[in-house]
T-cell receptor
């Protein structure tokens, strides 16, 4: 079974600064997908960014980028120019590529991100 | 984009009663939907995979007789918490993926249901 580990229960960053959230995972599979989801107080799950394991290039979405190290099974999220609206719980998630997407997501325990004005 | 609607958003019920939660895919057909449970300040735990026209697949430790899942159509899956007890109080979230999209497309989540059993 796959596991996802987020070792930072809580992180705090000054507005406009950069913060990196860590995530490691364990799997015996070679083809899979990784995601970062944001969950604000409304508890809606919002996709932040995704990465295909077969792609070496790190995904980027505006102020959000990842550092994907497949050999190390590491998938960290960098948020640049942090904004107050970025405050939320952030979950790292894994999904197997087998089965055509019939597998659910395995989530880490989450990191509570605090943005200080 | 793909939208998943979940209803109700909040429900309070008395111990011993049953509660049904609906999850609908609004603009796509979902042969597979997923049900998650989230305790306060905790992560999402996959409970079961709902398969249209067949039995749901439950994760280890999830009581299938307690959490009944029905996926009778390509746009609707329901989760029924039977004979609810206070320990069933939690946040339940469904999700689905549009199979017509690329295999790397993400899951889309409903807004969740907060269940409180008194």
């Amino acid at each position: 079974a796959q596991t996802v580990t987020q070792s930072q229960p809580e992180m705090s960053v000054q507005e406009a600064e950069t913060v990196t959230l860590s995530c490691t995972y364990d799997t015996s599979e070679s083809d899979y997908y990784l995601f970062w989801y944001k969950q604000p107080p409304s508890r809606q799950m919002i996709l932040v960014i995704r990465q295909e394991a077969y792609k070496q290039q790190n995904a980027t979405e505006n102020r959000f980028s990842v550092n994907f190290q497949k050999a190390a099974k590491s998938f960290s999220l960098k948020i640049s120019d942090s904004q107050l609206g970025d405050a939320a719980m952030y979950f790292c998630a894994y999904r197997s590529a087998r089965g055509g997407g019939a597998d659910g997501l395995t989530f880490g325990k989450g990191t509570h991100l605090i943005i200080q004005p | 984009g793909a939208v998943v609607s979940q209803h109700p958003s909040r429900v309070i019920c008395k111990s011993g009663t049953s509660v049904k939660i609906e999850c609908r895919s609004l603009d796509f057909q979902a042969t597979t939907m997923f049900w998650y449970r989230q305790f306060p300040k905790k992560s999402l735990m996959l409970m079961a995979t709902s398969n249209e026209g067949s039995k749901a697949t439950y994760e280890q430790g999830v009581e299938k007789d307690k959490f009944l899942i029905n996926h009778a159509s390509l746009t609707l899956s329901t989760l029924t918490v039977t004979s609810a007890h206070p320990e069933d109080s939690s946040f339940y979230i469904c999700s689905a993926r549009d199979p017509a999209r690329q295999r790397n497309s993400p899951l889309h989540f409903g807004n969740g249901t907060r269940l409180t059993v008194t």
